[in-house]
C-alpha cells in the first residue's frame, strides 16, 4: 500500500471512527456531518468526499462498532456440537456484550434519524445477528410443528430489549441466560404449547362444551 493511499484510510477511518463516537453517546438523530468533522478534526468537505451520502457512513459506523466492541461472532459458537451447550454459551456471550454496550445499542438501535432513507443494502448488524440465530438454532431436534415458535423464541432471547426488559426487571446477567434457556427448553419439550396446538385444544373444549349441552 502506497503512502498516499494509506492516509486516505486512515482519514476515512477517523471519519468512520468519529461518527461512531456521536452515535453511541448522543444518538444518530443529533449527530450532524459538522460534528462529525470538528470531532475528527477535518473539514466537512473532506467528510463529504468519503462519505457522499448517509447510508455508506451508516454502514461503515456499523461495521466499525461491530469490530471495535469485539461484537460475538458465529463460528465460535458453531464449534460446540451439543446444542443446549452452544445456546448456554450464545447468550452468555451475548448479555455480556449488552452489559457492555448498553448506552450504545440504546442510542444506536433506537434513535432513529428521521432523514436517512431506508438502506439500499443489508444492514452488518441485522445480517450478523442473522448468523447468530442460525448458529443458535442448528443442530435442535423440535417437532416440525413446534419449529417457528423454537425461532421465534430463540430469536426474542437474542434480542438487546430482552435482554435489557430483565436486567431492568432487577435480573442479573447469570439470571437472564438461566430465564431464556429455560424457556427454549420449554418450547422444544413442549411444555409451552405451540399456537397450533393450542387453537386445537381450544376447539376440542368448544366442542365438548357443545355435547355437553346437547341440543338446544
Known amino acids: 500500500m502506497n503512502r498516499r493511499q494509506a492516509a486516505v484510510d486512515h482519514t476515512r477511518e477517523r471519519i468512520v471512527a468519529a461518527a461512531f463516537d456521536l452515535h453511541a453517546t448522543i444518538g444518530p438523530s443529533r449527530t450532524t456531518i459538522r460534528a462529525i468533522?470538528?470531532?475528527?478534526?477535518?473539514?466537512?468537505?473532506?467528510?463529504?468526499a468519503h462519505f457522499p451520502d448517509?447510508?455508506?457512513?451508516y454502514e461503515a459506523c456499523t461495521?466499525?462498532?461491530i469490530r471495535s466492541t469485539a461484537m460475538p461472532e458465529p463460528d465460535g459458537w458453531q464449534a460446540i456440537v451439543p446444542p443446549?451447550?452452544?445456546?448456554?454459551?450464545?447468550?452468555?456471550?451475548?448479555?455480556?456484550?449488552?452489559?457492555?454496550?448498553?448506552?450504545?445499542?440504546?442510542?444506536?438501535?433506537?434513535?432513529?434519524?428521521?432523514?436517512?432513507?431506508?438502506p439500499t443494502t443489508p444492514d452488518p448488524f441485522e445480517v450478523?445477528?442473522?448468523?447468530?440465530?442460525?448458529?443458535?438454532?442448528d443442530g435442535w431436534q423440535v417437532e416440525l410443528e413446534r419449529r417457528p415458535a423454537f425461532e421465534?423464541?430463540?430469536?426474542?432471547a437474542l434480542a438487546f430489549t430482552t435482554w435489557r426488559s430483565l436486567a431492568g426487571g432487577g435480573l442479573g446477567d447469570d439470571?437472564?441466560?438461566?430465564?431464556?434457556?429455560?424457556?427454549?427448553?420449554?418450547?422444544?419439550?413442549?411444555?409451552?404449547?405451540?399456537?397450533?396446538?393450542t387453537a386445537s385444544?381450544?376447539?376440542?373444549?368448544?366442542?365438548s362444551r357443545a355435547r355437553s349441552a346437547g341440543p338446544g
Open 63 to 65: 461495521v466499525h462498532g
Open 37 to 48: 468533522a470538528d470531532r475528527a478534526g477535518l473539514q466537512r468537505h473532506t467528510v463529504y
Open 128 to 137: 450478523r445477528m442473522g448468523a447468530l440465530h442460525a448458529a443458535l438454532t
Open 84 to 118: 443446549l451447550d452452544r445456546l448456554r454459551r450464545g447468550l452468555t456471550e451475548m448479555v455480556a456484550w449488552y452489559r457492555a454496550n448498553e448506552q450504545m445499542l440504546g442510542n444506536v438501535l433506537f434513535d432513529v434519524d428521521p432523514t436517512v432513507p431506508p
Open 175 to 197: 439470571q437472564v441466560v438461566a430465564v431464556l434457556v429455560g424457556h427454549v427448553e420449554k418450547v422444544v419439550d413442549g411444555s409451552i404449547p405451540t399456537l397450533e396446538r
Open 54 to 57: 448517509l447510508e455508506s457512513l
Open 201 to 207: 385444544v381450544s376447539r376440542d373444549r368448544a366442542a
Open 152 to 156: 421465534a423464541v430463540v430469536g426474542h
